[in-house]
């Protein structure tokens, strides 16, 4: 058995990982190497009934591009004219380019449906939690972004039957300055009841 990093470590790790906006980026190319370490860890994720539901779309370069005039095409399509906001346009089309990859999360149903499909969910989203660490450890950053609109992109994806896209992930080198900023939680105390 391999040497286990301590809890310290671990906790650490933990502790690191948070949500970072793309106004923090640099768009640096972020090596491949880096990514397929990201998505191995990925498929490591706990899954009942060994579904392994994850599924990821990696844009880089160009690709990234056409992302963003596809998140904002759907979007000015699907949106109504009362609705519609320049702001949120800019940002579908412009976050892509701003980020050094963008990994598309999708989930894969298992076709007989011998599991609830939340429990599916739950397997991706532990996966997506490993691709964060692992880029934590990586020294990069990213966050997990879920517009409504994502449900408009089987075309554009791709998407097999039974699968469907549960977000994007932005993934980025920091910029310099980037500020730290401070992460919080409320004690664990009040989120737990002792039995016995």
């Known amino acids: 058995m391999s040497q286990l990093p301590s ?5 650490a790790l ?22 397929e370490d990201m998505l191995e860890n990925a498929n490591w994720a706990p899954n009942h009934k060994k579904t392994e539901p994850w ?22 399509k699907v949106v109504s004219e ?3 906001s320049d702001r949120k346009f800019n940002k579908l089309l412009n976050n892509p ?25 739950a397997a991706v989203s532990m996966a997506v939690q490993n691709i964060w660490l692992t ?17 408009h992109l089987g ?14 992930f932005y993934l980025a080198h920091p910029k310099a300055d980037a500020p730290d900023v401070p992460r ?3 004690p664990i105390s009040d989120k737990v009841e002792w039995k016995g």
């Open 184 to 186: 919080e939680r409320k």
């Open 155 to 168: 075309d554009f994806l791709g998407l097999s039957e039974g699968e469907r896209c549960l977000g994007l």
């Open 14 to 35: 933990l502790q690191e990982r948070k949500s970072t906006f793309p106004a923090l980026y640099t768009n640096a190319p972020i090596d491949v190497s880096i990514i």
């Open 7 to 11: 809890a310290d470590a671990v906790r």
């Open 97 to 121: 380019q701003r980020s050094g990859a963008v990994i598309v999360i999708c989930m894969q149903r298992d076709p007989n449906e011998s599991l609830p499909e939340w429990e599916e969910v």
């Open 135 to 151: 880029a934590t450890a990586h020294g990069l950053v990213g966050y997990w972004s879920s517009p409504g609109i994502i449900k």
């Open 55 to 76: 599924r990821f779309k990696v844009y880089q370069g160009d690709a990234r591009k056409q992302l963003g005039e596809a998140l904002s095409t759907v979007y000015q």
């Open 82 to 84: 009362d609705s519609f």
